[in-house]
C-alpha cells in the first residue's frame, strides 16, 4: 500500500512516525473515514468541519484545507490503482517530550490511507445487531470526538466474537444509564410510531457525519424525526431498525439479539415497516449519483 504522509506517497514500510509522537505515547490523534463516489470524496468539507473543530480543542494546529486534499486523494488512489476508494485521513500530534503538555501541538503529522471499498449490502436481509454488555464509555471532552483512542469500541470487538450467533453483527452499546447509544462503527436509527428516532449527542454517541446527512434528507423529505434517550426496550419496538456509516452508508438490521442470545427484535414484512427506511435509502442513492455527476 502507498500512503500520503504530510503530502508525500510514501511506501507503507516506509511510513513511519517518531515513538516521541504523542498520537502514539498518549493517543492524542484524530482521524476521519469517508468514501469517494466518481474518485470524488463524499461529504468532506462536514468531515473536515469536524476534524477541525476537535483539532482547536486538543490543541493540534492542523486547519485541514479541502481542495489540497482532494488532490492528495486523487494522487493516493491513482498511486494505489483505485478508482473509489475507503479513506482514512489521520491526525496525530506530532513529537513532544515524554509529560503532559499543557502547550499546542505545532508540528503534526498528516497521514492519508486509501483501500479498497468493501462489497456493498443494499439487499433486504440487512445486518444483525447485537447488545453488548460492556458500557459506552464517556466522551474525551464535552462531544465525542472521532479519536485515536478506541479502546472501548476494541473490547466491544471482543466481546462480540464470544457470541456465536453474532458472527457478522454490529455492536450495540448501552451508555452508563442503560440508554442505547451507538455501534460499534455506525449510528443507529430506529422507527417508532411512524417517527424516525435516533440517539442524541448527549447519549454519547460520535456525532456522525452521515448520521447528520439522514436526518437532513429526512428534513427534505418531510420525515418526522426526534433525537433522544431511548431504552433498548423501546428500541425493541421498533417497526424498521438501520444503522448508518460512511463506508457502508445505510446498513437495514434484520435482528437484535441480547447477551443471552436470545432474538429479541425481528424484521417484519416490507409492507408493514420499510416505507421510510425505503424513502431515505433512495433519496441517499440519489445525492451519491448526484455527487458523482
Not at 266 to 286: C, D, V, W
Request: charged share 20%; hydrophobic share 40%.
Amino acid at each position: 500500500m502507498i500512503v500520503s504522509m504530510n503530502g508525500r506517497l510514501t511506501d507503507e514500510d516506509q511510513a513511519v512516525i517518531s515513538v516521541f509522537d504523542h498520537g502514539f505515547l498518549y493517543g492524542m490523534g484524530l482521524f476521519e473515514t469517508f468514501r469517494t463516489y466518481g474518485g470524488i470524496p463524499f461529504l468532506l468539507e462536514e468531515h473536515l468541519e469536524r476534524l477541525a473543530t476537535s483539532c482547536v480543542e486538543l490543541g493540534i494546529a492542523y486547519d485541514p484545507q479541502s481542495q489540497e486534499l482532494r488532490e492528495k486523494i486523487q494522487q493516493l488512489l491513482l498511486a494505489n490503482g483505485l478508482t473509489e476508494g475507503y479513506i482514512r485521513l489521520s491526525i496525530s500530534a506530532g513529537v513532544e517530550p515524554l509529560g503532559l503538555p499543557a502547550g499546542d501541538y505545532m508540528q503534526p503529522t498528516e497521514i492519508i490511507y486509501a483501500k479498497s471499498l468493501p462489497a456493498p449490502d443494499r439487499g433486504k436481509i440487512g445486518k444483525s445487531l447485537q447488545v453488548l454488555q460492556l458500557r459506552r464509555n464517556t466522551p474525551e471532552g464535552s462531544v465525542r470526538m472521532k479519536s485515536s483512542h478506541y479502546m472501548n469500541n476494541i473490547l466491544g470487538r471482543r466481546e462480540l466474537h464470544q457470541y456465536p450467533w453474532a458472527i457478522g453483527a454490529e455492536g450495540l452499546f448501552l451508555n452508563a444509564t442503560d440508554h442505547v447509544s451507538e455501534g460499534l462503527v455506525s449510528n443507529l436509527f430506529f422507527i417508532y410510531r411512524g417517527v424516525l428516532c435516533t440517539p442524541s449527542v448527549e447519549t454519547g454517541i460520535l456525532p456522525g457525519i452521515t448520521r447528520a446527512f439522514i436526518l437532513d434528507l429526512a428534513d427534505q423529505l418531510d420525515i418526522p424525526y426526534e433525537e433522544g434517550s431511548y431504552s433498548k426496550e423501546l428500541l425493541y419496538l421498533a417497526e424498521d431498525i438501520f444503522l448508518t456509516n460512511s463506508i457502508q452508508e445505510m446498513v437495514p438490521v434484520s435482528r437484535v439479539f441480547d447477551s443471552e442470545g436470545t432474538e429479541v427484535w425481528k424484521r417484519g414484512s416490507a409492507e408493514m415497516n420499510e416505507p421510510i427506511t425505503h424513502r431515505l435509502m433512495e433519496a441517499y442513492r440519489r445525492a451519491t449519483l448526484g455527487h458523482v455527476l
